[in-house]
């Protein structure tokens, strides 16, 4: 059996002297898992870096089998990226959320193309506020593509479109000011930039805003399954960003 698909690696680990297995995100057929021989050796190792974007041929004999890739490089994010400890923090909380989040074998294309927009966006020149803020919106389509979408279109009280400041911490839905100042002490934050698309955060206060919205519910949703937490580089990412002080 064999197939071809692009893919982004999401993580490699060591097998046996100089082999590696290697989980990537295919566009086509979600988390695979496959062993790249000499992968872990000194000319091929860059191949493998988390975060390459490649072109994967894989091949078992069986489709359950552990089976092996050929890898090609399109395009290597990694050199770049390590060069700054934030973007590569950012880099890691997402191949981690995104490895961590999803079935394995399970498709889901607009997973593979929203993370490899992100990837971009951190590859580039882009201003600080920019990729941050399209960072958090990262987050929040992977929460969506997942089946636990957002909705910050009206008020879930009320029914308006007007001064929309809080998020219900259960159903994920805007709550007004007026609606929800009963309660504002159990509502999460609504940063407005996360309701319009191109928007960007006016504050590094509002991306840390948007970045604890966003991990109530993939902890709630995705990662308390099963009693798990959400990853430890995805925390080390918050923790970089809130010792900003500004953009």
């Known amino acids: 059996m064999e197939w071809q698909d692009q893919g982004i690696i999401l993580s490699s680990r060591r097998h046996g002297e100089t082999s590696a297995v290697v989980n990537i995100l295919t566009r086509s057929g979600g988390i695979h898992s496959g062993l790249v021989r000499g992968g872990w050796g000194r000319r091929t190792r860059h191949v493998i870096e988390p975060g390459n974007r490649v072109q994967a041929r894989w091949r078992g004999r069986l489709s359950e089998h552990l ?8 395009h290597s994010f990694s050199a770049r990226i390590m060069a700054e400890p ?14 961590g ?8 294309p607009k997973a593979f193309d929203g993370l490899s927009a992100l990837l971009d966006i ?8 920019q990729w941050q803020s399209a960072y958090v ?3 929040i389509g992977l929460l969506g593509e997942l089946g636990y979408g957002l909705d ?28 929800g100042e009963p309660y504002k002490n159990a509502m999460l934050d609504l940063p407005g930039f996360v309701k319009i698309n191109g928007e960007v955060a006016s504050s590094v206060d509002d991306v840390v805003l948007g970045l604890k919205l966003t991990g109530h ?16 580089a995805r925390g080390r990412f918050v923790a970089r960003i809130s010792k900003q002080k500004t953009f």
């Open 122 to 129: 951190l590859d580039s020149d882009a201003p600080t506020a």
């Open 67 to 74: 089976g092996s890739y050929s890898l090609e490089v399109e």
């Open 152 to 179: 910050f279109s009206k008020c879930a009280a009320t029914g308006t479109t007007e001064d929309l400041v809080y998020v219900s911490p259960k159903s994920g839905r805007a709550v007004s000011r007026v609606a």
């Open 217 to 232: 519910f993939l902890e709630r949703h995705v990662f308390n399954l099963g009693g798990r937490h959400l990853p430890k």
């Open 137 to 139: 919106k990262w987050e």
């Open 86 to 99: 934030i973007y590569l923090a950012a880099m890691t909380s997402a191949l981690s959320l995104s490895e």
């Open 101 to 108: 989040s999803m079935a394995e074998r399970e498709a889901h």
